[in-house]
């Protein structure tokens, strides 16, 4: 097999002369912890996030639902909607991750798993909760720097007052705003 590769300017060529490396066929899986409803036993990365065009790598991925089967990975799918029940009706608390493992546990749901390593569990689970607020707070402090950009511009404008402005940006507040105007004018 030849190879040329682009190199400062440069052609180089090598050769591999090994023969082929046996792979076992790989084989991805989703796990889904919805309902299932009309979707797919399949996901595609072209379907599902460029409308099916071709792309140069395509990945398929099985999808594994909730089943009837006596599975752990059945048991971590009933776990996730318990979990989920708890969120909706307890906030992302430690409360709502101590009631899905006893709840799990009283329904026979993982049960050895959770009742040997439970400590690990509600740790590993309160840290996913630090990450997911710590993105979203991120996420605010993205959508506010851009609208206080925004507002900056339509004030430098001087089309719209800052109650018109206000109505465009959410994020700020009015004083924000007037804060921000006298930095604008003090500039100008």
Known sequence: MKFRRLWNGGINEFYIKSKKVKMPKPELYVIYTGSKGRKSDTISLSQEFFDGADIDIEIKAKVIYESDKDNIINEYIVFCKVFNEQIKEHGMTKQAVTETIRICK??????????????????????L?????????????????????????????????????????????????KELEAEVMQLV
Do not use: H, P, W
């Open 106 to 127: 009283d329904e026979n749901i993982l049960k050895q798993y959770l009742s040997s390593k439970e400590v690990e569990v509600v740790t590993i689970m309160m840290s």
């Open 129 to 177: 909760f630090d990450d997911e607020q710590i993105m979203r707070t991120y996420a605010k402090d993205i959508e506010k720097e851009t609208e206080r950009k925004t507002a900056e511009q339509m004030i430098r404008k001087g089309k719209m007052t800052l109650e018109e402005i206000a109505d465009c940006v959410s994020s700020l507040s009015f004083e924000e705003l």
